[in-house]
């Protein structure tokens, strides 16, 4: 059985990607764009893995044998 370990260290590096995106995007007149335009991709990325990693781990429908016939 597959632990939650990657998913949760994942979320933490993103969380401190986001925090660096927050704290370090420059000045001017375009910084809540570009900070939120960043932001807004990581999230995605991170959704995207996630769900996708899950899916894997945890299928919603079992695998079965298939019948060969002769």
């Not at 000045?27 to 764009?33: A, I, N, R, V």
């Amino acid at each position: 059985m597959s632990s939650s370990f990657p998913v949760v260290v994942l979320l933490v590096i993103l969380l401190g990607l986001l925090a660096c995106s927050w704290f370090f995007t420059p000045k001017g007149p375009q910084q809540t764009l570009i900070r939120t335009s960043l932001m807004l991709a990581l999230t995605c990325c991170y959704l995207m893995w996630m769900v996708t990693y899950l899916a894997q781990v945890h299928p919603l429908i079992s695998p079965r044998k298939a019948l060969v016939e002769h």
